[in-house]
């Protein structure tokens, strides 16, 4: 594992005693969940990124349990996209709750928790997102503001000796090519470790590439860069009549959870 050094700011007392307090308030209410995010980031590679909200993933059937059980606590919740986030909150921090991506795509299935890990976040012990499920979701996250490649990039340093890989080209399905991509990226960022993706994985999904070039391409105009980023591809719907990914039978969002999504972009800056 790459040497846990790298640190970004400091934890405010006052954000970690409200983390902790909310991990125990799940955990005594028996409510699955697994922590992601910056403290899974940390977890994995050592990387110390201090940041004002904790990641937590519950199946979207428990999000209800989460809800009273906090609220009876006094935290206040809002189901904020109800396809796939909730927040609780304090004046110095906020947990999001999460059951899903923002495209609709990565949702918290059992497999998450089957494949979870133990370990300690904030001195607590807790279970972990797999790396295989935090790369699968990062992978999509492109945005202008925000692009997950670099996590990916080191998630793969510290973990692609231990990846369970052919559960990681399961999870990506049809979308094997954003997978590709990310391979071939890393072993442009570390050449000298360019091995640890196995020989086999890049086969497979260089063959496929090759099959798929000897195949005409598909006569319907899908843009699946709206799986990527929820704003920077929106002129390719919008107005040069490509269909939105999102709202195929490939995709699991509805009309109205993209509006939802889509004017959710100003407030996020």
């Known amino acids: 594992m790459p040497p846990s050094d790298q640190r970004q700011g400091e934890l405010d007392e006052r954000a ?3 983390y902790l307090s909310t991990l125990t308030l799940l955990a005594d209410a028996h409510i699955p969940f697994l922590v992601g995010g910056a403290y899974a980031l940390n977890y994995y590679t050592g990387i110390a990124r201090h940041t004002k909200d904790l990641d937590v993933f519950v199946r979207r059937a428990h999000y209800g349990a989460v809800e009273i059980v906090l609220g009876a606590a006094g935290i206040a919740t809002e189901l904020t996209f109800p396809h796939w986030l909730g927040k609780a909150s304090c004046e110095h921090a906020s947990l999001d ?11 918290v299935d059992e497999a998450w928790f089957e494949h979870a890990v133990l370990g300690t976040v904030l001195g607590a012990e807790a279970r972990i997102c797999p790396p295989e499920e935090m790369i699968w979701s990062k992978a999509f996250i ?3 503001e925000r692009y997950d490649g670099a996590d990916i990039m080191h998630l793969l340093l510290a973990c692609a000796d231990r990846l369970d890989w052919p559960r990681l080209l399961a999870r990506f399905q049809g979308h094997w090519r954003v997978l590709l991509s990310y391979l071939g990226l890393f072993g442009f960022v570390y050449p000298s ?22 195949s005409p391409p598909p006569p319907r105009r899908v843009c699946q860069g709206t799986l990527l980023s ?4 929106l002129t390719d719907v919008g107005l040069w009549g490509f269909e939105d990914a999102r709202l195929t039978e490939a995709g699991s969002m509805t009309v109205e959870e993209v509006a939802h999504w889509t004017c959710a972009i100003e407030d996020s800056r």
């Not at 709750?97 to 949702?107: D, E, K, T």
């Not at 360019?194 to 086999?200: D, G, L, M, Q, V």
């Not at 929820?230 to 591809?233: G, S, V």
């Open 193 to 214: 470790e360019r091995a640890h993706i196995p020989a086999w994985v890049m086969r497979d999904l260089i063959e496929r590439l090759a099959n798929e070039l000897r």
């Open 16 to 18: 970690r005693a409200f």
């Open 97 to 107: 709750v999460i059951f899903s991506s923002g495209n609709g795509l990565a949702q």
């Open 230 to 233: 929820r704003e920077q591809y």
């Open 142 to 144: 492109t945005e202008r």
